[in-house]
């Protein structure tokens, strides 16, 4: 492969990833949550229940910025937290059946 195909392939790529960004944020506009709000509910929906050090982890967020993030999706009964059964000290996100089903809309 020459330069030249490598560039077109990656102005093509950053074309593609511009779209699908920009429909995303359509798509999200029909609901009352916020791009890493998003997110967070779909590693929720894909990896299970985490804890808010996990989720951060996994979003590149402060601790603090996912625990206050985890507090306006429980405001709104998209997820909850719950005691972890093998180690009561340990509260996990779970999420809830609401949330699942607009993600899944």
């Known amino acids: 492969m020459n330069t030249d195909q490598v560039e077109q392939i990656e102005h093509s790529l950053r074309r593609i990833s511009f779209t699908v960004k920009q429909k995303g944020r359509e798509i999200l506009n029909q609901f009352p949550i916020t791009p890493p709000q998003f997110i967070a509910l779909q590693y929720l929906k894909d990896k299970g229940d985490l804890t808010i050090g996990e989720l951060s982890s996994k979003m590149y ?44 809309r």
């Open 61 to 104: 967020l402060a601790f603090s910025t996912t625990t206050d993030l985890v507090d306006r999706l429980e405001k709104n009964k998209l997820v909850e937290r719950v005691k972890d059964q093998k180690d009561r000290r340990v509260v996990r996100v779970h999420i809830l059946s609401e949330a699942v089903r607009s993600l899944m």
